[in-house]
């Protein structure tokens, strides 16, 4: 079975959002304007979640998305609030994302997305003294464990069973690995693990 019992398509899903993006316009035959407004209001807890969307950009750059997994398949959604614009992908595999990236980054030059294509991270260095501070095991409320290697002037990142992959820290004060998109921040003795607009917070283990 699909998450939570429910099939789709990209046509079925399009043909839904783009209901959505009628309605914050006043034209959809089935959603309320006042509800689909409501639904985009950032929420106090997280400014990048509304109710049933994740949140990004601001003014005509403002986008609703999502993203969905199950066993062999993933998809994501991107729709522009006002401007009439969005795209949904989905692969019938679980290691997909890179796929959907470049999907993503094309329909966005092809239909001139504007404030989405990225200039491009920069990157630094980072010290011996910050790498001590970084590496060790974190562990997640469910239990388990992920491990931060120093690498030179970089980390590495051990999840489980896979191999280790590297992480590079951006002058943003981020660390990343483009290949898998995702993004790592830390905070004192905490991490939090972004991908796709979802979070994930570790707790440092003390030695």
């Not at 400014?47 to 005509?60: A, R, S, T, V």
């Not at 239909?111 to 501070?133: C, H, L």
């Amino acid at each position: 079975m699909a998450a939570a019992g429910l099939w789709s398509n990209p046509t079925e899903l399009a043909t839904i959002l783009i209901e959505v993006q009628k309605a914050l316009k006043g034209s959809s035959s089935i959603f309320k304007k006042e509800t689909i407004e409501e639904m985009l209001i950032p929420q106090k807890e997280a400014n990048h979640i509304g109710i049933g969307f994740f949140l990004e950009g601001k003014g005509d750059s403002t986008i609703f998305k999502h993203n969905g997994w199950n066993e062999g398949f993933v998809g994501v959604f991107k729709m522009y609030k006002t401007l009439g614009k969005g795209v949904v992908i989905m692969v019938n595999s679980n290691e997909g994302i890179p796929l959907i990236d470049e999907v993503m980054n094309s329909v966005a030059i092809k239909y001139k997305w504007p404030g989405y294509i990225p200039t491009g991270a920069q990157y630094k260095g980072i010290s011996s003294e910050e790498s001590r501070q970084l590496r060790g095991v974190y562990t997640a409320s469910e239990g388990y464990d992920i491990k931060i290697e120093s690498a030179g002037n970089s980390l590495l990142f051990f999840y489980q069973n896979q191999e280790p992959i590297p992480l590079l820290k951006t002058t943003e004060g981020k660390f990343k690995n483009e290949t898998f998109n995702f993004t790592i921040t830390f905070d004192k003795d905490k991490i939090e693990l972004n991908q796709l607009g979802r979070s994930k917070a570790y707790q440092k283990k003390r030695n």
